[in-house]
């Protein structure tokens, strides 16, 4: 479990059990617990958890007990857990007002969303909250294939992808968006790569997070992998799809690998490093014809992360 690097104790603090690597020097603040969708078939994160949303009371009292240890100390602070917007505008609201009080240095504020709740909530309730210091949103993409979008059951589809993405930056967020490479299996690289760089096209976000799909016990693509009715796409697969979608993005985003389940360690600035990442791509992929040691490391990494 993250905990972030204050030392707040757990039996006194709730504290969400995950959240972005570049949140690891946050403030970790929980509003919900679990996931109200808790359907997509890769993921594991909050199985078994029913979904709650915290007393805006229990919120409040946990922020004033981290006031009293790091009020100098908070830069930034990460809201949990994974789809802190269904919580009502009003109470976040509240919620951001007191932390902004608290912390009196605090530089940003961020939290997970789903698209489809963003699709849906009114773009004044999101200017709302943007005005009271929510500044980022890291959303899962995972794909802009529509088939792989309704095969994973992630509940939202292309459209509502860029809808959502439109309005978040028509709030003025700092949008985030997560990629899962190899989603498609070795069977629809190809799909995967080109429905998601249309549908980034399109949302242009100021960042995109690529993760490498490692199937997690607990969860139905693990099961189908299991049986045999998943292939997870190989290491070549996974470069080559990666190349194809970097090839074919038209954005100005960051795009970042920050994420230990990832081949390489892309990270650049679209379109300027574009053919420098694309040719690390093409060296890595010469590599692994003949280097039987990066092959085995590669594999490896399949059961080395998590999501
Ligand atoms: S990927 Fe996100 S939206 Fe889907 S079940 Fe997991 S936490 Fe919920």
């Known amino acids: 479990m993250t905990l972030g690097r204050f030392g707040l104790r757990k039996r006194d603090y709730d504290f969400p059990p995950f959240r972005p690597p570049s949140e690891a020097n946050s403030l970790l603040l929980r509003v919900t617990r679990g996931c109200p969708w808790n359907r997509c078939t890769f993921c594991s994160m909050y199985k078994g958890m029913k979904f709650e949303r915290r007393e805006p009371e229990e919120v409040l009292e946990d922020i004033s007990m981290a006031r009293e240890l790091y009020s100098d100390q908070v830069r930034t602070v990460f809201i949990g857990d994974s789809n802190s917007l269904v919580y009502k505008t009003d109470e976040l609201v509240k919620i951001l007002k007191h932390l902004y009080s608290s912390f009196p240095h605090i530089e940003r504020v961020t939290s997970y969303a789903r698209a489809k709740t963003l699709a849906k909530k009114p773009v004044e309730e999101l200017e709302k909250l943007f005005k009271a210091g929510l500044n980022r949103l890291h959303v899962g993409l995972e794909t802009g294939d529509r088939e792989l979008l309704k095969e994973i059951d992630k509940g939202a589809t292309p459209e509502e992808m860029v809808e959502a993405g439109r309005k978040a930056k028509q709030a003025s967020f700092e949008y985030s968006l997560y990629v899962l490479l190899g989603i498609g299996g070795e069977e629809k690289w190809e799909q995967h790569a080109k429905g998601t760089a249309e549908v980034l096209n399109q949302i242009d976000p100021h960042f995109i997070r690529v993760r490498t799909f490692v199937p997690q016990p607990n969860s139905q693509l693990y099961d189908a992998m299991e ?77 080395l992360s998590h999501l």
């Open 227 to 303: 049986e045999g009715r998943f292939q997870p796409a190989s290491p070549e697969t996974i470069l080559k799809e990666t190349r194809l979608l970097l090839k074919d993005l038209q954005v100005t985003s960051q795009f970042l690998s920050d994420h230990i389940s990832n081949l390489v360690p892309l990270h650049g600035k679209l379109p300027e490093e574009k053919e420098k990442m694309i040719q690390l791509i093409d060296e890595v992929l010469k590599g692994l014809q003949d280097d039987v040691a990066l092959r085995e490391e590669m594999e490896a990494r399949r059961h």
